[in-house]
């Protein structure tokens, strides 16, 4: 099983100031298509979660410009260049290298300073 | 737009079976590209993927190897529907069950998913 590990646990954030968030893979998650496996979803409070990014780096439908992924093989980041008081919630990432046998990460809370 | 729709028990009594079906709007559970998932989120074990079935020239379906022989996975497809089975529940699968799909756009990412289903196994 691929472990996914992320930090930081908690993030507390100011509105308009950026954020970053990382995740690590006990594997690669660079397949041999030259693409990362690597997704980052958003858990709103008593939401279901939401997918952000896709294949490491690709905005999914709708979600502002603000959000972006970055990384290759183990290492991966989410950046939020303004964070705006909607984005509070619990980010997590998820290697879809391995599927279906896809694994998350534990997560990481955002809130508003 | 692509909707999945959650349904079944939020209570459920310890060895009995959990049944939850999740009825698709905006695309077909016959889709010739992608899955249908089921994955399960609870404080102590975090999300788990649990079952996948995919149409493919014929139905092919996956599951957790740590629920294997527990589970079972079904698409209907005159309701445009799928749904998962578990039987001999204990208060370890106290949970909330969520169905997502895959597609090969998103490849190895979930883009939609259901609203979520809280399942308590409690006597």
């Known amino acids: 099983e691929i472990v996914m590990t992320q930090s930081p646990l908690s993030l507390p954030v100011t509105p308009g100031e950026p954020a970053s968030i990382s995740c690590r893979s006990s594997?690669?998650?660079?397949?041999?298509?030259?693409?990362?496996?690597l997704g980052w979803y958003l858990q709103k409070p008593g939401q279901s979660p939401q997918l952000l990014i896709y294949l490491g780096s690709n905005r999914a439908s709708g979600v502002p410009d603000r959000f972006s992924g970055s990384g290759s093989g183990t290492d991966f980041t989410l950046k939020i260049s303004r964070v705006e008081a909607e984005d509070v919630g619990v980010y997590y990432c998820?290697?879809?290298?391995?599927?279906?046998?896809?694994?998350f990460g534990g997560g990481t809370r955002v809130e508003i300073k | 737009q692509v909707q999945l729709q959650q349904s079944g028990p939020g209570l459920v009594k310890p060895s009995q079976t959990l049944s939850l079906t999740c009825a698709i709007s905006?695309?077909?559970?016959?889709?010739?590209?992608?899955?249908w998932n089921w994955i399960r989120q609870s404080p102590s074990r975090g999300f788990e993927w649990l079952a996948r079935t995919y149409y493919s020239s014929r139905w092919s379906n996956s599951y957790t190897s740590s629920l294997r022989g527990r589970l079972t996975i079904n698409a209907d497809t005159s309701k445009n529907q799928f749904s998962l089975q578990l039987n001999t529940v204990t208060p370890e699968d106290t949970a909330v069950y969520y169905c997502?799909?895959?597609?090969?756009?998103?490849?190895?990412?979930?883009?939609?998913w259901g609203q979520g289903t809280t399942v308590t196994v409690s006597s």
């Open positions: 594997q690669s998650l660079l397949h041999s298509d030259g693409k990362n496996y």
């Open positions: 997502a799909r895959m597609t090969t756009t998103t490849n190895g990412a979930f883009d939609i």
């Open positions: 998820m290697q879809g290298i391995d599927t279906p046998q896809v694994t």
């Open positions: 905006g695309d077909s559970v016959s889709r010739n590209s992608g899955s």
